[in-house]
């Protein structure tokens, strides 16, 4: 009985000693509140097919999202815009590299109206005009004798500064705009205030409507023939090319498996795909 024992205890020590606990890659991906869903989508669908990867994924803007990389915060800064001078200096002084950036989606910079407002096209001159607070009623748009009410997004965010280069020419946006933290909280601002406008990704949705921008609508058509005049690409940065499970989960998203997420979640993927 004893030596059944010595036995059943020493195969418990040789168990112990050969068995290895699997080791879970952890991936942390920081930045763009536009592609937040987005990049949320595609954690989950990765993460449900490769058990063994973690992905964290957050926000904050593409600032924020930089500063991280910068600071070894996180392994992939999703960005809404390309990187700025002085970022790129800062990259190559902490990395002696300008890092690697991946082309992940397009994306139409929608225009959300209130359902209430008779407006329903705009230019992009009026857009400048507005966001500038030039033009201050929608009576000059042929809708009511109502003041405009601009909503933006807050520094931190690449839609804010893509938004401020590609639309005000690199002007300043006026000091009576309300300053929302998020794409969604603008939806909601917009969608709870007839006489406000905002603007964001196309792949988020509300109570809102997307209005025409010099006549045309920011469909994924559109936006992917560059016939819509506010597109841009969506990007994926890191300080250096990437490897095991970073490259691993941005090959993925880069397949067609990853495209379809992306089309699902209302953004344009980069090549056609059919559900």
Partial sequence: MKHLIYVFFTIILLTACIYKPTELAVIRIKGSDTMLELTENLAEKYMRENPGTSIYVGGGGTAKGI???????????????NIEPNEAKLLAEYYGSLGMFFLIAKDALSIYLNPENPVKDITVRQLKDIFECKITNWKDFGGKNEPIIPVIRNTNSGTYLYFKEHILGGDEYCDDAVVKPTTRSIIEYVAANENAIGYGGMGYKGAVIDAKVNGIAPTAENARNDSYPITRYLHFFTTKTPKGAVKNFIDWVLSPEGQMVVKQSGFIPLWEIKF
């Fill in 67 to 81: 500063r991280d990389l910068l600071n070894g915060e996180t392994d992939i800064c999703t960005a809404s815009r």
